[in-house]
């Protein structure tokens, strides 16, 4: 599984697995215990494939913070997210050397470490950049004129409003002219 489909959901504690959508949101899986719930679209939800950590050059994608603390503790679990502030901040910064301290609190980095360890023990461990083969060859697609597609009406003039009509008074008509709008 990718983190595509694992959710934060504000308010609620641990991650969650999206499952499906309904009319009024989706439903969810807790990754710590295993409990659907009904998540609204007034619910504030971040997919973790979306999120990012600041760095004093660049934004890193969630995804490589993962991967090298993976590669940091050899895939095994990382230090515990209850350590003290100065332990999970050395911590982090043998992760991510160049993580701006300023923009990136203590929470952020206790975020970070307890949700490594919670996709750890659910056995999502491949944090690798997802195949994106069909989307660039749908992109090709777009970028391709299609003729089939294009249609041309070679009867209609070029411009928006077709010549007025006068209504006739012998049809019951008021003798005033009308503007046919061309949709």
């Not at 502030?85 to 203590?106: H, I, N, Q, S």
Request: proline share 4%; no cysteine.
């Amino acid at each position: 599984m990718s983190l595509e489909k694992i959710l934060s959901i504000t308010g609620k504690p641990g991650l969650y697995e999206l499952k499906s959508q309904t009319r009024s949101g989706f439903l969810a899986e807790s990754l710590l215990d295993g409990k659907r719930i009904s998540v609204s679209t007034r619910h504030n939800v971040s997919l973790l494939s979306e999120i990012a950590i600041y760095t004093l050059t660049e934004e890193v994608p969630l995804r490589e913070v993962f991967s090298k603390i993976a590669e940091k503790e050899n895939g095994g679990e990382a230090i515990s997210h209850k350590s003290s502030k100065d332990e999970l901040e050395e911590y982090f910064f043998g992760v991510l050397p160049d993580y701006d301290e300023d923009r990136v609190y203590a929470s952020d980095i206790k975020k970070v470490v307890q949700w490594y360890n919670l996709l750890l023990k659910s056995g999502i461990t491949d944090f690798s950049e997802p195949e994106e083969e069909g989307e660039e060859k749908e992109k090709s697609e777009l970028a391709k004129p299609r003729e089939d597609k294009i249609k041309t009406n070679h009867n209609t003039p070029d411009t928006k409003f077709s010549a007025p009509k006068a209504s006739s008074a012998k049809k019951g008509g008021t003798g005033k002219s009308t503007v046919a709008r061309k949709k």
